[in-house]
């Protein structure tokens, strides 16, 4: 069921049951009524008859996929999905909608600002959200992501890209264990354990440690530039 459709039953449910248990529900018009939940954004935009924002995300992702429309018009579309995935609900309803596969698919487009905007969608997405963290681990695009990090000829392109592992490995361990695998051939010193180990020897809750391994992505960003 759509998003704003299952709140929309819910609030009337809920508000059913606050005028049942209300005396003056059904005397007094002038009088105060406790209020129920207050409904979404979704929820409003279906009852006004409006898009849902799972309508926006998918058109709007339809849009950025399409071979029919010019680059920039692709290219608004992808920004309009950003501004909707900054809601966290909107990004943990990417599974449910089936947008993380077509959009981890972006990040390898031939076109590098395709490339760009579905890195920054992703940092967007798994931004401090570990269920959005989890699902792009199991998509396996941690690695696509330091490849572009590193070696993407375009300097936006490997900046969206770092921060989208920024986002991706902090607080979140497992993502860190991978990066880290992926990233120990290109010998990054801040991959390495204090004690001389290889791979598995960053906390990913040790915020230094994860800023060293950034601001040294970003350091080999930027000599590519030289």
Same mark, same amino acid.
């Given at each position: 069921?759509d998003?704003?459709?299952n ?28 209020s129920?939940q ?5 929820a409003?935009?279906?009852?006004m008859g ?15 996929q399409?071979?029919?429309i ?18 966290m609900?909107?990004?943990n309803?990417m599974?449910? *909608? %089936?947008?993380?596969?077509?959009l @981890?698919? !972006?990040?390898?487009?031939?076109e590098? #600002?395709?490339? /760009?905007m579905a =890195?920054?969608?992703?940092g ?9 963290q989890?699902?792009?681990?199991? *998509? %396996?695009?941690?690695?696509?992501? @330091?490849? !572009? ?5 375009? #300097?936006?392109v /490997?900046?969206? =890209?770092?921060y ?6 902090r607080?979140?361990?497992p993502a ?8 120990q051939?290109?010998g ?13 020897g ?19 960003s ?5």
């Open positions: 069921m998003p704003g459709l709140q929309l039953l819910k609030w009337s449910i809920e508000n059913a049951d606050v005028s049942r248990d209300d005396p003056t529900a059904s005397s007094d018009p002038k009088a105060e009524r406790p129920g207050p409904l979404n954004a979704d409003l935009k279906v009852l409006g898009p849902s924002d799972a309508d926006l995300m998918r058109e709007s992702m339809a849009a950025v399409s071979p029919d010019s680059l920039e018009d692709r290219l608004v579309a992808f920004d309009n999905f950003e501004q909707l995935i900054e809601n609900d909107n990004a309803n599974q449910t *909608l %089936g947008l993380w596969t077509p @981890v698919g !972006l990040l390898k487009s031939e590098g #600002e395709l490339r /760009r =890195a920054w969608c992703v967007t997405a798994v931004q401090n959200n570990v269920q959005a989890e699902r792009l681990l199991v *998509l %396996g695009a941690i690695p696509t992501l @330091v490849t !572009l990090a590193l070696h993407d000829p375009s #300097e936006p /490997r900046r969206k =890209a770092i989208a592992l920024s986002s991706e490995i607080n979140y361990q860190l264990d991978v990066a880290l695998k992926a990233l051939p290109e990054l010193a801040a991959t390495r354990s204090e004690d001389g180990g290889k791979h598995g960053v906390d990913a809750h040790e915020m230094e440690a994860v800023d060293r391994i950034v601001d040294e992505l970003r350091g080999r930027e000599k590519r530039n030289g």
